[in-house]
């Protein structure tokens, strides 16, 4: 009995010995002095840290909350494929709470034009292998693909094809974890979900900035940092020429829908932009990412704005005769008085498809209209301008 006492004493120190070592080698592993973090400089929903073994651990959060309040929610690990350790990395090689995730990702699935965007500007639409849909799409290449069934449509959000989802093989998808949803039946599939938030950033470049984020998943992160540096300086360049304007007109957004306006907040990207353009946007004090309104309160508060911002799916040529025939009261405003509609057809133009890297274009396209002597007479705009 001594000696089997000795042997399970003998054991307890060995494991207690083993959890110590684990135990220190995470610290090592995800101590502050072990890692170099990437320079993001308008992101703000997502962190990215490179551990000395070459692990970055990316960490995403609602970047429209207060960090100290909102905690991060998604952790992934991305390990580079074709590392000697990659396949067989063991699980204290990596802090706890991280999915690993196998990089760069040769196919995934998008659930959002912005998404899409960014692959596009990547040149990386080999990687995508299903879209949730083709409505208002306009990129040639992947209606393309999409016919000789290279690109999958998987249904919409909360009507999802699993069946299509599993053959289509995606390492990863991407998705908007705030909107709709209906992921359920995709986690069951067991496929890594990776969050996509860059509608939520409260800044253009920002939103732009995501770009980075795609690249780091499918090793674009050189083309990336080259296509958003090129998209920075021009919009700032843009920018501080505005802002040496005295004049600011005040300018509001959307439309009546089901009872309801929706407006954007004034922590969203589109009113930042407003302000870039030299404008002031009429919620500028409020603090959310959009918000909805009643009509008598939205016109309370924007009936002697000087612009009005609208962007819809209207079938044909949208008019002011149009817009005073979804709601009569529309005539009363200010900016519908003096024609003054800013508006974009996404039926005509690929908005969602391409303006989320930019920003750069549809900062140019404003300031042509609030202040055109700040632009080459000849501009053609390519996304807003004034309604005829």
């Not at 040769?106 to 083709?134: C, P, W, Y």
């Not at 999958?152 to 949803?181: C, Q, W, Y």
Request: proline share 5%; glycine share 8%; hydrophobic share 40%.
């Amino acid at each position: 009995m001594r000696i089997v006492g000795k042997v399970l004493f003998l054991m307890v120190v060995l494991m207690c010995a083993a959890c110590g070592q684990t135990s220190k080698k995470m610290q090592d592993v995800a101590g502050a002095d072990s890692v170099s973090v990437m320079p993001l400089e308008y992101a703000k929903g997502f962190t990215v840290k490179t551990l000395e073994n070459g692990v970055r651990l990316v960490d995403v959060a609602d970047p429209q909350q207060d960090e100290d309040k909102m905690p991060v929610s998604y952790h992934f690990a991305l390990v580079q494929k074709g590392s000697p350790h990659a396949g067989r990395m063991s699980a204290d090689e990596i802090p706890d709470g991280y999915t690993k995730v196998e990089v760069p990702v040769e196919r995934t699935l998008v659930m959002t034009m912005l998404q899409l965007s960014n692959f596009t500007a990547l040149d990386a639409l080999d990687v995508v292998k299903g879209i949730t849909g083709t409505k208002n799409l306009y990129n040639k290449d992947i209606k393309k693909r999409v016919k000789d069934g290279s690109i999958v449509k998987i249904g919409m959000e909360g009507n999802f094809d699993t069946e299509l989802i599993l053959a289509a093989h995606p390492e990863v998808i991407f998705i908007s974890p705030f909107k709709r949803g209906g992921y359920d039946a995709i986690k069951e599939t067991g496929i890594t979900l990776v969050p996509h938030l860059g509608y939520k950033e409260a800044h253009p470049l920002g939103q732009a900035e995501w770009v980075k984020y795609v690249a780091l998943f499918i090793g674009k992160e050189k083309e990336a940092e080259v296509l958003f540096d090129g998209i920075k300086q021009r919009y700032l360049a843009l920018a501080e020429k505005v802002a040496q304007t005295k004049e600011r007109p005040t300018v509001f957004s959307g439309e009546m829908h089901g009872g309801n306006w929706f407006a954007v907040g004034g922590k969203n990207h589109l009113a930042q932009m407003f302000r870039d353009a030299g404008a002031e946007y009429i919620l500028k004090d409020d603090n959310t990412g959009g918000v909805p309104i009643e009509y008598e309160q939205m016109y309370a508060t924007a009936a002697n704005a000087d612009y009005w911002r609208i962007l819809n799916s209207f079938p044909g040529d949208f008019s002011y005769e149009a817009l005073k025939a979804s709601e009569p009261r529309n005539e009363l405003f200010k900016a519908f008085k003096e024609r003054h509609v800013i508006y974009c057809n996404m039926k005509q133009t690929p908005y969602y498809e391409t303006s989320p890297v930019q920003p750069d274009v549809l900062l140019a396209d404003l300031v042509a209209i609030f202040h055109p002597e700040l632009v080459d007479a000849d501009y053609t705009p390519t996304y807003y301008q004034l309604l005829k």
